[in-house]
């Protein structure tokens, strides 16, 4: 069975970054898309961004926050530059086996970073 598991969250100033990392484990197979989602308190959890395995990228929510994977490893990557008190918020890292087709196409989740931004 296929485990996500994230790591790099944390408190950051107004202004600051983080760097977010996801690992996946239980399977030697390369994943085809690999992205992240967060939830902010009291809203619906959203889509940040995603990369696919032959590296095509989509991003969602802003041009500070910067995708990438180590296909080999089967891990991604999300850079969050500038951040923001809004920003605030679970990050979870997703995967699956196919593209992207909406939540449900998601395979496997992981159970999320936090990351706390103060103003």
């Not at 940040?48 to 991003?59: D, K, L, M």
Request: glycine share 14%; charged share 15%.
């Amino acid at each position: 069975q296929v485990q996500l598991v994230e790591s790099g969250g944390g408190l950051v100033q107004d202004g600051g970054s983080l760097r977010l990392s996801c690992a996946a484990s239980g399977t030697k197979y390369s994943l085809n898309l690999m992205g992240w989602y967060r939830q902010a308190p009291g809203k619906q959890r959203e889509l940040v961004a995603y990369i696919t395995e032959s590296g095509f990228i989509n991003s969602f929510v802003s041009g500070r926050f910067i995708i990438s994977r180590d296909g080999a490893n089967n891990a991604v990557y999300l850079q969050l530059n500038s951040l923001k008190p809004e920003d605030t918020g679970v990050y979870y890292c997703a995967a699956s086996w196919g593209d992207y087709d909406g939540d449900s196409s998601i395979d496997y989740w992981g159970k999320g970073t936090l990351v706390t931004v103060s103003s």
